[in-house]
């Protein structure tokens, strides 16, 4: 008798152990949850005219890359496009292109000021870093007229 006693105390204890633990964890997935919202709505997004992705495709990726069939490329925001401040739009573009023996790619953090047209090319991380310095329009971060490079 005694031997079942302690044993539904153990029994008990461990229980109300598991229940604190899962209590624990809806509680930190619930912060976490919070937070991502809290980040999300910090950034507002914004409806430009201007397209990022084929932008990036289409004049980035051959600026710094050439070589590349352009057909080939793909391009996906890493953060979608939001107000900056100032008249800037500022979103992150992951572009995936086929090099001569893999796949490579590159993150890009493109800005957007509307008012001159003018477009500012950050590249944040490249795996195929042959053609970063031969790059024509974006060099050290230096604004560029989107008119002077053809795009309407």
Do not use: C
Request: glycine fraction near 6%; charged fraction near 30%.
């Amino acid at each position: 008798m005694r031997k079942t006693a302690i044993s539904v105390l153990v029994l008990a204890f461990v229980m109300g152990i598991m229940a604190f633990g899962a209590m624990a964890e809806e509680v930190a997935a619930s912060a976490d949850t919070a937070e991502v919202v809290a980040t999300e709505t910090a950034k507002v997004e914004v409806s430009s005219d201007f397209d990022f992705l084929r932008f990036a495709k289409e004049r980035v990726l051959p600026d710094f890359h050439p070589t590349v069939k352009v057909e080939d490329a793909q391009a996906d925001f890493d953060e979608k496009p939001f107000d900056k401040g100032d008249g800037v739009t500022r979103a992150k573009v992951g572009i995936y292109y086929k090099g001569w023996l893999r796949q490579h790619s590159m993150l890009v953090e493109m800005d957007y000021r509307e008012e001159d047209r003018k477009v500012r090319v950050n590249v944040l991380k490249d795996t195929n870093g042959l053609n970063l310095q031969g790059a024509r329009f974006f060099k050290d971060g230096e604004w560029v007229s989107v008119a002077a490079m053809g795009w309407k």
